[in-house]
């Protein structure tokens, strides 16, 4: 079925939450609520080069699209309250296609307690481009520039299940919704524990916060440049945690213990690393005995494919 702009808004307006509202070129942003700061992130993501159409069934893609938004808000210590939808549609998009993506979307906005705010609709020539905006409000940004040497990193969830999924999406497996792979589930669909960002940004002896979506081995070196410090890698961890990016962990130093910090939050924790003053490199690993500088083994989104 052929698509056009009439029927796209048409369908926007009627499945997405506040999708109704949507009837100017313009919409508007509630007011900041006293004492608290308005963030804004974005995201894009391409057909063939961050996804692939024929591996990612359209509903998942939708809360991917949705959720590695809003896992940077709630990394940034905001609660989400809308989003921008942008969609560049190829003619290989049909109604079908479109119609379970909308679906998707309009199902995880309901879990996020979310809702569209406006956006845009244009074709193009091949492949499918989709932007979208989301905003939140943070009683306590949490950025990343507030480490402090002695303050250890943490993980809610274990790096490198969606570079294994992906790897096994190369492979050739695909997702089953009657058997669900976890790895495959991390990748296509990704679950970040939204609302644990704003309860670390109630904690003081928290001091920054990043959401984990390049790889521990960009994502600890951009906390430790942003705070002018050196981060020591945790002895232990694999390669896959290392290098796998898009994992939408909340990854967080602090100054309490532990056992302290899993306590007040509920929830068991994983180190990764520890806080150190500047030294020849912002992120050090050991080798035997002593610390050696780490290369950042992250996906270059530049480099060549």
Not at 14 to 22: A, C, F, Q, V, Y
Not at 35 to 44: A, C, H, I, N, R
Not at 98 to 118: I, K, N, P, W, Y
Not at 225 to 252: M, Q
Request: glycine fraction near 14%; charged fraction near 25%; proline fraction near 9%.
């Amino acid at each position: 079925m052929r698509l056009k702009e009439t029927g796209i808004l048409a369908r926007i307006r009627e499945l997405l939450p506040g999708g109704g509202t949507l009837m100017d070129d313009c919409g508007a942003l509630p007011a900041t609520p006293p004492g608290q700061t308005l963030l804004v992130t974005t995201d894009l993501m391409e057909s063939g080069q961050h996804f692939r159409l024929d591996w990612h069934p359209p509903d998942l893609l939708a809360r991917k699209l949705l959720m590695v938004n809003l896992s940077d808000l709630d990394a940034s210590g905001a609660r989400p309250f809308g989003y921008t939808l942008t969609l560049a549609l190829g003619p290989e998009i049909d109604g079908d296609w479109l119609e379970t993506f909308l679906a998707g979307l309009a199902g995880v906005s309901r879990e996020a307690g979310v809702q569209v705010l406006g956006g845009d609709t244009v074709g193009r020539p091949a492949g499918l481009g989709l932007g979208l905006t989301a905003f939140g409000f943070a009683a306590r940004w949490l950025r990343r520039d507030g480490l402090r040497p002695g303050d250890r990193i943490f993980v809610d969830q274990r790096p490198g299940a969606s570079l294994r999924g992906l790897r096994k999406l190369q492979s050739g497996q695909r997702w089953n919704p009657a058997k669900p792979d976890a790895d495959l589930e991390a990748h296509l669909a990704p679950h970040p524990r939204l609302g644990l960002g704003p309860r670390l940004a109630e904690i003081p002896e928290v001091h920054a916060c990043l959401d984990l979506s390049d790889g521990l081995s960009r994502d600890l070196r951009n906390l430790a440049e942003a705070s002018g410090l050196s981060i020591a890698v945790e002895p232990g961890l694999d390669e896959d945690a290392l290098r796998g990016g898009e994992d939408y962990a909340r990854c967080f130093g602090a100054a309490l213990p532990p056992a302290e910090l899993e306590k007040r939050l509920g929830l068991p924790l994983i180190p990764v690393g520890a806080v150190l003053p500047r030294g020849e490199s912002p992120l050090l690993a050991y080798d035997g005995g002593s610390l050696r500088p780490l290369p950042d083994l992250s996906f270059d989104h530049f480099g060549p494919s």
